[in-house]
């Protein structure tokens, strides 16, 4: 009698044992996740009294490759770019073709002022400053003590 242990966090352990370790370990090996990683670029949201602030760090993209619509209270920005080198007259051994896509959505606030977003894309970042509504904006005072 062989004594198996069971553990309920890994599906399909019984049907296929060993099956998840395998891709889990192929999966988290670095070169995937950092594939899988670099394919969205890194975003930075930062808040100050008046608006929100959104980085997205795109280097090697033009202003014109970007899409940042809003609908209803949801964020997008995306681009699509692909780029093929036309060598006519020759014979390729090798032709490569480069295509690169992304889109990421981002849920606003109810402050969030959106008629009045402002973008900006300079030194591979795009900037984004979503300006609050006049009454989510904080207002500090000084009060006297008596």
Do not use: C, W
């Not at 009294?49 to 209803?72: C, M, Q, T, W």
């Not at 894309?121 to 300006?131: A, E, R």
Request: a negative charge.
């Amino acid at each position: 009698m062989t004594l198996v242990k069971f553990n309920p966090e890994k599906k399909n352990n019984a049907l296929l044992p060993g099956f998840n370790d395998i891709f889990e370990s192929v999966l988290g090996d670095t070169f995937f996740s950092e594939r899988r990683t670099n394919s969205v670029p890194s975003v930075n949201i930062s808040e100050s009294n008046e608006e929100y602030h959104i980085e997205l760090a795109a280097p090697g993209l033009k202003k014109e490759d970007f899409k940042v619509s809003v609908e209803r209270d949801m964020l997008t920005i995306s681009t699509e770019k692909s780029m093929e080198t036309q060598n006519e007259g020759k014979t390729y051994n090798r032709r490569e073709f480069s295509y690169a896509a992304f889109t990421r959505a981002f849920t606003l606030p109810e402050s969030a002022d959106v008629d009045h977003i402002q973008a900006s894309y300079t030194d591979g970042i795009l900037k984004l400053n979503l300006p609050k509504k006049e009454e989510a904006r904080a207002v500090s005072r000084q009060i006297e003590i008596q």
